[in-house]
């Protein structure tokens, strides 16, 4: 498709690009928009790297082009918080410091904010099986539990 003028609503701002209608939604983020918290990992929707918030739920932005994002709310990680002042679910995963090489976290947080997002309250096996598609290459995944747990406020609840 040939380049065009489209305006996307990504972390409370209308932002206008000039791109094919068919565009990856990542590929804008991450070039035209230079917010790389998403990240590139497979390209083909199946290991969550890329994930941002699209109306509140987890999207990943490899697969999806920007024409289906047009009227729709995008938040990504750099939406939620701030180095400076991060939301709860980016400081659980600080505070637990739950990555290795930390490619795969923009998934896990998006993710779990996503989850959050509709059951302030997961369980154990809830947050499992929101993460289980959330590819984790280094094992860090005992860790990651851990900060999903902490963020929903159910640290105490296993043992610490
Ligand atoms: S890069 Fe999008 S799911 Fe892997
Ligand atoms: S911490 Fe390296 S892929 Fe998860």
Redesign the pocket.
């Known amino acids: 498709m040939m380049p065009t003028k489209v305006r996307l609503n990504v972390n409370g701002t209308v932002r206008e690009i000039d791109a094919a209608p068919d565009t990856p939604l990542l590929y804008v983020l991450r070039n035209d928009l230079g917010l790389n918290g998403p990240k590139y990992g497979c390209g083909l929707g199946e290991c969550g790297t890329c994930t941002v918030l699209i109306d509140g739920i987890a999207a990943r932005s490899c697969v999806i082009p920007i024409e289906g994002c047009v009227g729709r709310d995008i938040v990504t990680l750099e939406g939620l918080g701030s180095r400076e002042h991060p939301d709860a679910v980016q400081q659980a995963f600080i505070t637990e410091q739950a990555?290795?090489?930390?490619?795969?976290?923009n998934g896990m947080i998006m993710t779990t904010k996503a989850l959050l997002n509709i059951n302030p309250n997961p369980s154990e096996a809830e947050i499992a099986q929101a993460l289980q598609y959330n590819?984790?290459?280094?094992g860090?995944h005992i860790e990651i539990m851990r900060a999903a747990l902490r963020a929903a406020g159910q640290i105490a609840e296993v043992g610490d």
Do not use: N
């Open positions: 990555a290795q090489c930390g490619y795969c976290l590819l984790c290459r280094c860090a």
